[in-house]
């Protein structure tokens, strides 16, 4: 069930307490980064405790595409922290079941894919940034997300490549604040780490107008106003800007054939309740 | 071997690599904090693999006391980011070594420790902060470090006291700087968590005039030239700043009789080849 139940002002003011409800009925299982607005989403990674310490080793390690925000401890079904109301195994729209390295279900709740020895990490997505970019009037669109050749940096057994996003700035102004913005919350990636689009090689990005991952060109939330239907051609002045993708774990899970994780699909979040704005460091 | 066989200017101007060599050959067992001025210093803690997830979770969930900028492989020697010449068992003064919770032994190697499955935390201790500190030219001092009654967010079998660390600024403006300083640097324990003289009970310190772990008034490295000879009491327009303190998870290996650690001993820590610059977040 999805986009038309409610409007988008409806979304965007629900409380958090509200949507995670909705979801948890299952009245929801579209993407929900455009809900309860200003509110710090969350993907979500959980693996066996045996594979727990890899998994922490691997995001401390690769902090721009996936800095761990909270972490559980084994069998909890609710981080401490961030949400201290949510079900993490009923509570975000859709999610991602990876066994041996593929995916074998994506289901709108793993209620029977639960166990006492599993660990969840809780890891900042774009969305958080992208609120405080508005907040700050900052004009920028997403292009999209996209499987890059780079190789994260592995960890124990974990390895795989880096999933990259990539944003467009208006100006060259909008990307220094941008970036300014960025640095100030690890928690949404930090700082992004390449610019341009003329050294797409070295990311191993063959057609940047097509994003392996999530294409969000045309959607018209959590984009500056003045660059919604913005289209994949830059305009003069514009800056392509390119940072981490919180997706970065589930190729881990495949290219590292994980006996068993469990990750939200790309989009559909947790809402926490806590705010963006408590996650500035400075 | 100490403090006498070279002058404060040669520590200072010793590269990490020549540092950690005299060190490794036994010829300085002193505190080094004032060495190598510039580069980024670490405390060691190393435990089991089975106890590494939660020893990360632990400084995970105590980022102030205990923020880990590097953690290896089970068995690595050497980190492989922040020095990676360097001997994890042999470059540091003077280590602890812990069983079941007891200090067993302080010696100036762990070679003969060392096992297979250990993996190793590098955590950066506050003198990271106080070179900033002077590099900005901000008057404080620091009083010394403590043992606090403040529980730190426990981890899986892991728990304790914070230990707490106290600075003096000369003026508002000096505090107000120091927290904007701290504030980049997480690696450096980030902004402090506490304020004054007046609220001593809240933190259980029964007498800030005797530091448990470290006394550092009198010390003049590290403290700025304003501050020199300093002495316990504040004088009109000082203000007194509580900062984290990286023995915290000396003290936790303590209490909760952790089965084997190894850690440095307070102030004998390990050089990197990293400068302290390179941490700075924004």
Partial sequence: MGRNKFTDEQLAEMSPAEMRAIIRKGEWTEPDEMASIGYFKANLAVVPADWAFELMLFCKRNPISCYATEVTEAGATSPGWIAPGADLRTDLPRYRVFKDGEVIDEPTDVIKYWRDDLVSFLIGPLPNLLYMLQSANVRYCVLGAYNST?????????????????????????????????????????????????????????????????????????????????????????????????????????????????????????ITDTRCEEFSII
Same sequence: chains 1, 2.
């Fill in 150 to 270: 780079v190789s994260a940096v592995p960890a124990g057994r974990l390895h795989g490549n880096l999933a990259i996003s990539c944003m467009i700035f208006k100006t060259n102004q909008d990307a220094v604040r941008g970036i300014q913005i960025a640095s100030r919350y690890p928690d949404g990636h930090g700082a992004p780490h390449h610019f341009g689009l003329n050294d797409l090689e070295t990311m191993g990005i063959k057609d940047y107008r097509k994003p392996d991952i999530i294409p969000l060109i045309g959607e018209k939330n959590l984009q500056h106003p003045d660059m919604v239907d913005h289209g994949y051609d830059l305009r003069p002045g514009e800056v392509a800007v390119w940072s981490g993708c919180g997706v970065t774990p589930q190729l881990a899970a495949l290219a590292s054939k994980v006996p068993f994780m469990i990750t939200h699909k790309a989009a559909h979040l947790l």
